[in-house]
């Protein structure tokens, strides 16, 4: 069995372990006219499945505007992250065909469409005509953000509905009352010893929020980057798995430190969503977290901190440099669709410039998707809403997505490696963390174990022989 087929098989088994638990136009589009198959001169409804994440909540709600338009009705599931990764997977690897599109984590994007699961975007965006082509402007996405989301064989396999590095964010209000100073390039010595000064254990206000909750896409997206500062990585370039190094080891013990010392309450109990609360209540004085973040913290709908979140790069530590992020949702096409045109349609419409004006005039500025065109940051508008726009280009802009680590790496990708066996390695590593973090095993335990689990990967794959 060569490569590719063990890794679509990694990935089904990793669907069916998980199902037993539990995308643009413009009025002239090139892609406008008809769809295919036997769908022609019928009404053509689209059915998306898509994460539970803010950006999409308001995607579906300006969907009328993209209905008025063309006519193309849209149907939209509504997953949670570790819901959607298992859904689609099952759907896709099959051949199900159940969704036109589906959002997809930058980390997935790439396996998919070497599998032939998702529909290769590169033909159909040359496709287009020169004033469509113009319209949509490809050149205008981040250089690093289409890398993200493409094949180094088979060229992109999604466009970004929305991108996102990670930064710090603090609460100046708290910081300011303890005569506080972020340095704008802290170490993570420097973020600990900061936590610790800013929390309040009788208000109930933690020294820094980081995700606990285990889930290949929970932990493991903090915790990544926090390996990488550290110097660690996941295997070396020959694929021998490096998960007992010592590099590793004070990762995972400063990772456990910082949360026990300053983090909030019940960790393993804390994801995204709930970090995110935490620091928009003011329960948090400082979060690592996703750059996407800064939009629901500036505004004062959602949020009580609003005016008064401040903003550092991603903390260093023995690695110097971009320990930063990529990362963010984008939307594919389903290569089993029968609504092919359409959902191209659609993909342009719902990651272009004309859509992301339309998010702001519609839900302000501050709300519109962040991370996936150098136009948005060069937007008057925006920068006036979002005092975080050029601390995200410059974070964005700073990324190496080929060399996450100070060593070099066999596998791409910051914080996730882009690896078809991850989401199941991923998940793995993810409940040994948490285990280490409630003190259920220990740090020698965990090492030896991850190390097993990497290194059975890596020869299961045939990575290694």
Do not use: H
């Amino acid at each position: 069995m060569n490569k590719q087929m063990k890794n679509a098989v990694s990935l089904l088994s990793v669907a069916a372990l998980f199902g037993s638990l539990l995308v643009g136009c413009s009025e002239n589009n090139g892609s406008a006219n008809g769809d295919s198959g036997n769908n022609k001169g019928k009404e053509v409804v689209l059915n998306i499945a898509t994460v539970n994440n803010n950006d999409m909540v308001v995607m579906e709600e300006m969907t009328s505007e993209f209905t008025a338009k063309t006519g193309i009705k849209v149907n939209y599931t509504v997953l949670s992250e570790n819901e959607i990764r298992s859904k689609i997977t099952q759907d896709v690897g099959l051949g199900g065909g159940q969704y036109d599109l589906f959002t997809i984590g930058a980390q997935d994007s790439a396996v998919y469409l070497d599998n032939g699961w998702t529909e290769p975007l590169d033909e159909l965006l040359n496709g287009m005509s020169d004033e469509d082509k113009a319209w949509y402007d490809l050149d205008d996405v981040f250089p690093v953000v289409r890398d993200s989301l493409s094949s180094q064989t088979k060229g992109l396999g999604a466009l970004p509905f929305y991108a996102e590095t990670t930064l710090l964010f603090y609460n100046k209000e708290i910081f300011e009352a303890k005569n506080l100073t972020m340095p704008e390039n802290p170490t993570w010595e420097q973020v600990y010893e900061l936590a610790v000064q800013a929390q309040d254990k009788a208000q109930g206000i933690a020294g820094i929020a980081l995700r606990g909750l285990p889930g290949s896409g929970q932990n493991m997206f903090i915790f990544s980057s926090i390996a990488n500062a550290f110097g660690a990585q996941y295997y070396d370039v020959d694929w021998n798995a490096t998960f007992n190094t010592p590099e590793m080891k004070n990762a995972i013990e400063f990772y456990k430190k910082i949360l026990a010392d300053a983090g909030q309450a019940g960790p393993t109990s804390t994801g995204y969503t709930e970090a995110l609360n935490l620091m928009s209540t003011g329960k948090a004085a400082m979060w690592y977290d996703a750059s996407v973040s800064a939009g629901t913290l500036a505004n004062s709908t959602d949020s009580q901190v609003s005016g008064k979140i401040g903003y550092a790069m991603a903390p260093l530590q023995v690695k110097q440099d971009a320990t930063n992020t990529i990362g963010g949702w984008g939307l594919a096409i389903n290569a089993s669709s029968k609504n092919k045109d359409a959902a191209f349609k659609f993909l342009t419409w719902a990651t272009s410039k004309e859509y992301i004006s339309l998010v702001g005039e519609k839900k302000g500025w501050e709300s519109t998707p962040s991370g996936t065109r150098v136009s948005t940051y060069d937007n008057e508008n925006y920068k006036q809403a979002s005092d975080f726009a050029d601390i995200t280009k410059k974070a964005i802009l700073q990324v190496d997505f080929y060399n996450p680590s100070i060593n070099k790496t066999p596998y791409t990708g910051n914080s996730i490696p882009n690896m078809a066996e991850y989401s199941s390695w991923g998940e793995q590593i993810a409940q040994l963390l948490a285990s280490y973090l409630v003190d259920q095993k220990s740090i020698d335990a965990v090492l030896e174990e991850g190390q097993k689990i990497l290194t059975d990967v890596a020869v299961a794959g045939g990575y290694v022989k």
